[in-house]
């Protein structure tokens, strides 16, 4: 049971340029989210997702895209990269969509130059 | 919407000190209140959280307590011990169905020096 994990863990783009954020989980949690670290910011929400096919915006949306195909992947998209993305990206999942413990993953470092 | 306000920023303990970490919220409606930990490198870690018909919960060292009057939510760490170093994250979240999201706080970096 590997949990939640995240692919790269690193990365480092040019403004203008697009990238996927893998994350996928083998707990067969319905929900998923991602979330961005940034310091003194804590962790906000990106996006979230109660299911398949199912996705909604969170705080801060702008800029990323999601979708959810199937359980068990939820990847996050960057339509073109922006200096203000720099970030720590974190995916995570829980069983319910009530409140119970997120598991999250191991996260992605991401530089926009 | 909610908003979590954490205090203090950091705390640098002696080994065997007790450690408190404040946390207050602005939606009286909000009833689940997790703390997470973050060593380097790693994502949060859930360690204890709380509902609100709960006024305390402790699980061996750990400790939190809640005020709904007040608005307030405290960890409380005793015998601290190195590996305690790490980043803490208090949260807080309406209940709701697919409406449930966590607002955290701004994190507390602790050190527990041997």
């Known amino acids: 049971n590997a949990g939640v994990t995240q692919t790269p863990k690193f990365q480092v783009l040019k403004t203008g340029q697009s990238m996927t954020l893998q994350c996928a989980q083998d707990m067969n949690h319905e929900y998923m989210s991602w979330y961005r670290q940034d310091p003194g910011m804590g962790l906000r929400l990106i996006h979230y997702s109660v299911g398949a096919g199912i996705t909604d915006q969170g705080e801060v949306p702008n800029g990323y895209n999601v979708s959810r195909s199937t359980t068990e992947d939820f990847p996050l998209r960057l339509l073109s990269a922006a200096p203000s993305q720099t970030s720590v990206y974190f995916c995570?999942?829980?069983?319910?969509?009530?409140?119970?413990?997120?598991?999250f993953g191991p996260g992605t470092r991401l530089t926009v130059t | 919407g909610e908003n979590v306000e954490q205090h203090p920023s950091t705390l640098s303990v002696q080994e065997g000190d007790s450690a408190v970490i404040k946390c207050t919220y602005s939606?009286?409606?909000?009833?689940?209140f997790p703390w997470y930990k973050q060593e380097l490198g790693k994502g949060p870690q859930l360690i204890i959280d709380?509902?609100?018909?709960?006024g305390e919960k402790k699980d061996q060292r750990i400790a939190v307590t809640l005020n709904k009057t007040a608005k307030h939510f405290s960890l409380h760490i005793t015998e601290t011990q190195p590996e305690d170093s790490a980043v803490y994250f208090c949260a807080a979240s309406l209940s709701g169905g697919s409406n449930y999201k966590l607002t955290f706080g701004k994190g507390t970096l602790l050190t527990v020096n041997p």
């Open positions: 995570a999942s829980r069983t319910d969509p009530g409140p119970s413990e997120q598991y």
């Open positions: 939606d009286s409606a909000s009833n689940y």
């Open positions: 709380i509902r609100s018909n709960v």
